[in-house]
Structure formats: C-alpha cells, structure tokens
C-alpha cells in the first residue's frame, strides 16, 4: 500500500512536469512537485514509524492534493476543469493538516474551522465556475456572469484568508502550550498558514509580485514537513525516554515521580494516588494533596487509581507514560496508602495522647481544689480540735490517730495528684519543674536548661517526662553516681538529653518505661533514642519539634 | 505577733485563723488572692504572713511571686509559704540567698497544731522552715563517696533538723539533748561534711540545703 502510493507519488510528479511544459509553468510545477514529494514522503515515513497516528496518511493527502490543482494546466478539458475545482482545496488540506498536528485529528474549534474551510475551497469554487468564471474550457459553465463570478471568487480568497488567520491564533494558543522542544515546530506551520493567507489576499489584486509570493509561499509550505520529520525525531527520542521509564520502573524504585519526571522532561511532574477509603489524593508520602486541574488520570474499572501531574505534554508520550507507570502502580499506590495509614494512626495518637493529657490536667485540678483542700481542712480541723481539747487522754489519742489516717490520706493523694499532672510545669514552666525533679533524684544532677521561654504545654510535659522516667531509671537500674540533663533549644526542636555514669547495658526494648517515652515523644513527632553500651553509662536523647 | 493570711479557700482561710487567733496572733488581714495580699502587707507591715503557693487567678504562680515580692520589698514581714506540692525548687526560688525568715511547709503540717505555730513563730522571728519531706529525700539520695556515710544516726538527726531550719534549742528540745550536747554534734557534722561552721543559725539552712542537694543548676 504504502509502496504504491510512492510509485503514484513519484507518478503524480512526472504528471506535473509532463502538465507544465507546453504552458511554461516548470518553475511553478517545481515547487509543487517539491511539495508532493516532501509531503508524501515525510508522510510515509511518520505512517511508517507511528502507524497508529493519522497525521503521516493526512500528509500524503496533502501531497497528493497540493498536485491536483497542476492538473488545471491540461490542455483535456475535463482534467482542466477538475483542476480548477480542486485548485483551492489545498488551502484547506494545509489548515487540516497544521491544526492536526501531532496526533492527526482535530479537536476543539479547530474541527469546524477546518470543515468551514473545505466546504469554501469546495463550494464556493465550484459556484464560480457555474456562474463562469476562470474563462472558456470550464466545463461546468451554466451561466455567463464572469463579473459576479469574480465577485464571489473574491469572497472566497478573503473567507479562506480568514480562516487560515483564524487558524494561525489556534496555532497561537498551542505555542503558549506546548513543551518547548515542539514551538519551533508550531512556529514554521503558522509562518506556512501566514504566507498563505497574504497570498490569497494577493491574488484579488493583479499586481506584479504575485508570481515570486506565489513561490516564496509553496517553498515555505514544502518546507514544513521538514521540520515535522525533525520533530518526528524529537518524539522518537521522548519515546526512547519512556523506554528508559519502562527500565527504571522495573527496579521497583520507592518514589516512581523522578522516573516520571525524566520520561515527561518535566521537573514538575509527579505521581498522585486515589485513595478511596480516605476519599483523598496523596502524594507518595501519603500526605493530602490538591489535585491539579491539568492532571492525566489513570483508571481502572471506571475508577480513578493515580494521576500524572505535569505540564502540557505531547499526548501520545503520556499515554506511554500512563501505559508505563500502570503496570506498576498497585505497589507505589499500596506504599503511599501505608503511609497515608501511618500518618493517620500518627496523627490520632497524638490526639488521644493530647486528650489524655488534657484530663489528667483536669483531674489534677479537681483534686487540688477538692478531696486535697477538703482533707487539708479536715485535718485542720481535726488539729484545732486536739489542741481545744480539755485533757483527757484517751480523747486526745483517738484524734491524733485520725489525724494520722488523714495525712497518710493527703500523702497519698499527693503522689496521685502528682502521678496525674505535673502542676509545677503549667504553673512555673520546665526549668522550675526540672530543677525541682533533679533535686528529688537519687544520685546528684547536674542540671542545665537553656530557655528563654515557655514552650507549648505538650512539649514541656514529654520533656519532663523523658527527664522524670530517665532519672527515675538511672536510680533503678544505672548504679550510677551523679546524672547530667541538658535541655536546649535547637531552632525549631527542643533537645532534651539524659546522661549517666552508670553501668550500661540498659533494656531498651520493653517494660523499661522507654517505649511509653518514645510513644509519647513520636505521638508528637519527635523522636527518642537511647545508648546504652555495657559499662558506659546510658544516654537518652529526645528530639521534640516544638516550633 | 500580728500575721497576713493569703488562701484563697474559705474553709481553709477561716481554719487557719481561727488557728493562729488561739495560738495568741493577731491576724491582721485575710486575703482570696496575691493583689490583696500584697496592698495588706504594704499597708498593715505584719510580722509574717502565710501564702498559699497556688492562688487565683491563674492557679499557677500567682502566690510565688507575691512572696518572692514582699521578701523583696519588706524585708520586715516574714514568708511561710503553704503547698500541697512537694517542689524543692520552689523552695529554692523563695529562699534565692537567704532562708532567714523564709518557709515552704507542706499544707498537711497544718493539722499539728504545736508544730505548725512553732513554725510560724519560728520563720516570724527571722528563723527558717523546711518541708521535712524536702530535707529527708534530699538526705536519701545517693552520692558518690557519700559523705554523709561518715555520719552517727544521732547525727543524721541532726542534720535533718538543721535542714528544717530549727535552732540548736529547737532541736535540743526535740531530741531531748541538752543544748551544749547539740552543739557538739552540729560542730561534728560541719566538721565531717566539710562545711564552714560560720554564720548563725539562720544563715547555715541554706549552706546545709545546698550542701545536701549538691546539684549543679545553670539557669538559661
């Protein structure tokens, strides 16, 4: 098929040069000649090389319509009638093939800008030849109205200049579009539909320059399969990278966005995922993201799984990069909805975390201001009492064993209170309370806090924590002497530190109260480590965020 | 003896009144918060006055300021300081360099009448008072080549009760020692620990203090 068409290619040009001769037109059937052949072979190349495009088979069309109006040269009056009826369609097949780059079809306004055009180069030419027009051997002269026939002639070159105009601010509005390496490319197909639109116009007038603008427009026009066959390359080499894609993809790398990024040659692209049971797009972290409006989505059973952000693209190369990316997306989706997952559980321990938090707050409170300040006054009471009392012994024993119940009472209660909520820490900030921790401590603490202010409440309580549970474990287990803590800020991360000079060896996998430590530190999004070699000493560190 | 009390409490306020009326004080002003306290104490001049360390309107540190305030600005009228926490540092903040006429009790000592009027007393006339929750698990804590290993268990005692800021008769009565008996330790433990034996009565609580605390504290 494709090799007939060459041989009726090379056929159609021996035809022209045949056709020109006896009217002296060889410089004229040159050109056209140059544009059947730069037309039909670039065409029969891209068909060639991406059969599943339309554009290659349009520009063989073109080829092959740009030598039908040669055949108006013919001194046959039925070839120079069928000529001059096809003499303006190549006007419109340039504007189809130009608008329908790259794919091969039409979409949008360009599609009845395109039919609009055949319709003209039809129609209306067709029209002028019944009303007369173009002189004797027309065939399908019904009326003789040459001077109203030139008239509609006229509205016919201004109409079909029109749209090819019309057609040069489409090209326009994909220039802006379009991934740099294709601009050029636009670029000389509107310089093409430019030439021949200021042509058009030209010939309503009989001016001297016609003949050469004539010529310097088909030259252009040949010239434009040129440059597409360049841009063919240019594709064969984002082909070649999705290729490249397809190799990177099968290392199973964790974040697929750069692979994506190198095949699309957008540093901007990247791989979203749907995630249905959070009815929400994340990125490959499983953090929440917006989903741009110029995303390629990726289905499965109707459903969206993934979605490509990136720049305008040239659209056969994103549907080998969605093809690409699909085969291995179920593992880059099943990670981030893992992470997603992570985030999630993180998040709500830190709520419930901050929740417990808040009550235990709470109930600290309610027991200062209550059971303690009622016992308070209770044993008050009890010792106002006592000491009223006239002496009688057994009296005074009675209450002064009550009054015993009651400290115990208060003692206890006391711890409970303090078990509950650290009051020291809201009322005087984590310096105060620290000190006051260092000074109940078993072993001697060398004590250093470098701030300048308070911090948010749940930082300061993880902190005093770590410092409470790390110095209450030097004194169980680290056999140590003296403990040093240091508490610094860090920019936006507060650095709490434990060390000892103990024995070592620290269990620091369970029931030694760090795992509760490093919950609450992580629930915050800080974390916690402990070294712990036999026979050096211990060391804790907590990292806590708290800009 | 004239006293301010600051307690935001009622039942409390009117107790510990009623208290120190029988124990022969003249309680001069009854304050629910630190701004009343701290008008009273300017314009009544009381001798002592006895702070509850968590008052409104915050319940945080209201009642420490207040008394870190009148210690600064009148030095004539004596601080106890009332908590039901047991907070050695804020102990410290109130002491800051001197304990003389300073105190920080524990609000349960209350119900011993004798004692706590002691206290009060005691602090008023320029002597300290120290939780003894404070000083024991200060005395307990271990410390490298412990000095106070060094000690007899007649002479920990002692050492306890210097800590709580009692007076060499307090704890001579106490012990049921004769004073110069008392002496004698006190110069014995400042021997062994180390310690000067400079100063009056008032002045060796803090030395003792921090002597037991031995911490190494660098403020921010």
Known sequence: ?547 | MRVAIAEDSVLLREGLAALLTDAGFDVVARCGDAAALLSAVSSLGPQVAVVDIRMPPTHTDEGLRAAITIRDRHPSTAVLMLSQHVEPALAMRLFADSAAGAGYLLKDRISDVAEFVAAVRRVAAGGTAVDPVIVSSLVARRRPDDPLDALTPREREVLELMASGHSNQGIADRLFLTLRAVEKYVSSVFGKLGLPATGGESRRVLAVLLFLRQDQVFPG
């Not at chain 1, 059947?36 to 063989?60: I, N």
């Not at chain 1, 179920?330 to 417990?356: H, M, Q």
């Open chain 1, 1 to 547: 098929m494709r090799a007939g068409l060459a041989v009726a290619g090379l056929a159609a040009a021996a035809m022209s040069i045949a056709l020109a001769r006896p009217g002296g037109h060889l410089l004229q059937a040159g050109l056209f000649v140059w544009i059947l052949l730069a037309y039909v072979s670039c065409g029969l190349l891209a068909w060639t090389r991406r059969p599943e495009s339309a554009f290659g088979r349009l520009m063989v069309l073109v080829g092959f319509g740009a030598s039908l109006s040669t055949l108006a040269w013919s001194s046959n009056a039925l070839l120079h009638t069928v000529g001059l009826a096809l003499d303006l369609l190549v006007v419109a097949l340039f504007l189809h093939v130009f608008l329908a780059f790259p794919s091969g079809r039409l979409s949008g306004p360009a599609r009845p800008l395109v039919v609009t055009a055949y319709a003209v180069s039809i129609g209306l030419q067709l029209t002028v030849m019944v009303l007369g027009g173009f002189g004797p051997g027309n065939l399908l002269r019904v009326f003789d109205a040459p001077s109203v026939a030139e008239v509609v002639h006229g509205v016919e070159l201004v109409t079909l200049s029109v749209l090819l105009l019309a057609g040069l601010g489409l090209l326009g509005v994909r220039l802006r579009a379009e991934p740099r390496a294709v601009r050029w490319l636009i670029g000389s197909f509107a310089l093409g539909l430019l030439s021949l639109a200021v042509l058009l116009v030209l010939g309503l007038f009989v001016i001297p320059g016609f003949a050469q603008v004539q010529q310097a427009t088909l030259a252009v026009l040949g010239l434009a399969p040129v440059a597409f066959l360049a841009g063919l390359l240019d594709a064969r080499l984002a082909r070649a990278s999705v290729g490249e894609l397809v190799l990177a993809l099968r290392r199973e790398p964790d974040d697929l966005s750069p692979c994506l990024a190198r095949a699309l040659r957008d540093p901007t692209a990247s791989l979203l995922y749907w995630l249905p049971q959070y009815r929400s797009w994340v990125d490959h972290d499983g953090a929440p993201a917006a989903l741009p409006s110029s995303a390629t989505l990726i289905e499965r059973d109707g459903e969206p799984v993934a979605a490509i952000t990136h720049r305008p693209a040239d659209r056969e190369l994103l549907e080998a990069v969605v093809a690409a990316v699909e085969m291995v997306i179920d593992n880059g989706r099943l990670r981030a909805e893992l992470r997603a997952g992570l985030l999630e559980v993180r998040a709500s321990r830190a709520r419930v975390l901050e929740a417990g938090r808040r009550e235990r707050r709470r109930l600290e409170r309610d027991l200062h201001d209550g059971a303690q300040q009622r016992l308070v006054g209770l044993s008050l009471r009890l010792g106002l009492l006592e000491s009223r009392l006239n002496d009688d012994p057994a009296a005074r024993q009675a209450l002064a064993a009550a009054r015993e119940e009651v400290a115990t009472s208060l003692s206890e209660l006391r711890d409970l209170a303090h078990g509950l909520y650290p009051a020291v820490l809201s009322g005087h900030g984590l310096a105060v309370a620290l000190e006051s921790a260092a000074a109940q401590a078993t072993v001697p603490v060398r004590l250093e806090v470098g701030l300048d202010s308070r911090l948010p409440e749940p930082v300061e309580v993880a902190a005093y924590y770590v410092v409470c549970e790390s110095l209450t474990n030097v004194g169980r287990h680290a056999g140590a002497s003296t403990a040093r803590v240091e508490v610094n800020r860090a920019g936006d991360v507060l650095v709490v530190e434990i060390a000892d000079d103990g024995v070592g060896g620290a269990d620091t996998t369970s029931g030694s109260g760090l795992r509760g430590l490093a919950d609450r530190v992580e629930a915050l999004g800080g974390t916690l480590r402990v070294w712990s070699p036999g026979g050096g000493g211990t060391r804790v560190r907590a990292d806590l965020p708290c800009g």
